[in-house]
């Protein structure tokens, strides 16, 4: 028998009811829904219905142009050393061959990574669109801006109706800072009162804050949005703070309880908080030090919320010659490499040509990792399942999540699961998704 009784035990651990209640609340953990690898900023001024299928097909020009084979693609974009076979440097500064050799990229390898570039740039070339009244739009008239405001929002829809809307898109007005305050909520009422349309607008939107430094800007917003959308009947959006400034990493869990619930996305701003700590303009880049400390804390106050944080972009764009667009490439795939082994498996896109190497560095993350996921994966769930643990539930969850954005981005079918004995059931189950 038990020295302690359970009357004794419940009235010790009675004070545990409300913080168990409170930890909860704000940790329910991953939404368990899929995360979209990039978000594609468009400035207002050039968005309209077909921007979608526009960036699709400039891609596969970009890649029939200056990597039309699996062995120029590898080459392109350092495939050998975006999967970890080569010596050089995780930002990508390697070259990285398709042959085989040390610091090459396996020619099967290769082989599936091209043809998953191609199959997405023209399936699914942009999983989230942001229409950019910001910093990539810049200051305009104020009867512009207006235009462009009401005209991207019906570009929206009419991509709706066409069914070339991503699950996820939206808008980045200006900032609360009191210089922009006004036009940007101005511009924020008239995209989204456009949008509701009379039937609530499309599902999926999500409004980006930008510049954010204090939770009070928060609590504004949400409450600007609170009494908008009932005037217009529109759906709840998604919001998402920018966090470019060090007053912003600084509050970060201010910022984080400010959003009540609401807020789902964190996503860094790099060249603005690298240049606010005086970094020069040469070395201001995602992979810089300071900027991944600040994505370290971002991930830190947000790790069991629900709330994911996305990684900045490379300004780098591919433009130009072949050389020029291949080691923008290259800089850009070492870049998103980077960023998934810290676990950042979103950042932003600002070229249509930037399709290529995110595609294909995503691509090649998942298929260097998958078969050692999904053996190590196996022998958890049939140990688990037999009555032993063969690995800590934590680690199957991680690998169970690389299983998932391989499933997510067709690199893998239930034909490829059920050879390792999985099945999509048990693998959503480990992953921490809703069935």
């Keep these: 028998m038990p020295t302690l009784s359970e009357h004794l035990l419940g009235r010790l651990t009675a004070p545990l009811a409300p913080v168990d209640a409170t930890l909860a609340a704000r940790h329910p953990g991953d939404p368990g829904t899929r995360q979209p690898v990039h978000t594609c900023y468009v400035s207002a001024e050039r968005f309209h219905p077909d921007v979608i299928l526009e960036w699709g097909e400039s891609a596969r020009e970009a890649l029939a142009e ?44 290769a082989e599936r990574v091209h043809a998953h570039v191609l199959r997405t740039l023209s399936m699914d070339p942009i999983q989230d669109l942001r229409v950019d009244l910001e910093d990539g739009y810049g200051i305009r008239p104020d009867d512009v801006e207006d235009e462009h405001a009401i005209a991207a929002a019906e570009a929206l829809r009419m991509a709706s109706a066409a069914g070339a809307l991503p699950a996820s898109y939206g808008l980045r007005p200006k900032s ?12 924020l009422d008239l995209f989204l009162t456009a949008l509701a349309g009379d039937d609530g607008g499309p599902p999926g939107l999500v409004i980006t804050l930008p510049k954010v430094s204090a939770p009070e800007q928060v609590t504004v917003f949400l409450a600007v949005l609170d009494e908008l959308l009932p005037r217009i009947d529109l759906r709840p959006p998604a919001v998402e703070l920018q966090i470019e400034t060090p007053a912003a990493v600084l509050a970060l869990p201010a910022l984080v309880d400010a959003g009540r619930g609401r807020v789902t996305g964190l996503h860094v701003g790099t060249y603005d908080y690298s240049a606010a700590l005086g970094i020069a303009a040469e070395h201001q880049a995602s992979d810089h030090p300071a900027v991944e400390y600040a994505t370290t804390l971002m991930q830190l106050v947000t790790a069991g919320t629900g ?5 900045g972009s490379s300004n780098l764009l591919p433009v130009g010659s072949t050389d020029a ?3 923008a490439w290259r800089r850009h795939a070492g870049l998103v490499s980077r960023a998934w082994r810290r676990g950042l498996y979103q950042g932003w896109d600002l070229h249509p040509a930037q399709l290529v190497s995110r595609h294909a560095a995503v691509a090649a993350n998942l298929l260097a990792g998958l078969p050692t996921a999904l053996a190590r994966l196996s022998a958890y769930a049939e140990a688990r399942f037999a009555g032993a643990v063969a690995d800590e539930p934590a680690t199957a969850r991680a690998l169970a999540g690389h299983v998932l954005r391989a499933l997510d981005a067709g690199l893998l079918d239930d034909a490829g699961l059920a050879t390792a004995d999985l099945d999509r059931a048990v693998v959503t189950k480990l992953g921490g998704r809703a069935g």
Excluded: Y
Aim: charged share 20%; aromatic share 0%.
């Design 66 to 109: 200056h990597a039309g084979s699996p062995a120029e693609l590898a080459d392109a974009v350092g495939l050998g050393t975006v999967t970890g076979a080569g010596a050089a440097g995780a930002a990508g500064a390697g070259a990285g061959q398709a042959g085989g050799g040390p610091g090459e990229a396996d020619p099967a390898l």
């Design 176 to 187: 609360l800072d009191p210089a922009v305050r006004d036009r940007g909520l101005r511009s």
């Design 325 to 327: 667009v291949r080691a």
């Design 307 to 311: 709330i994911r944080v996305a990684d």
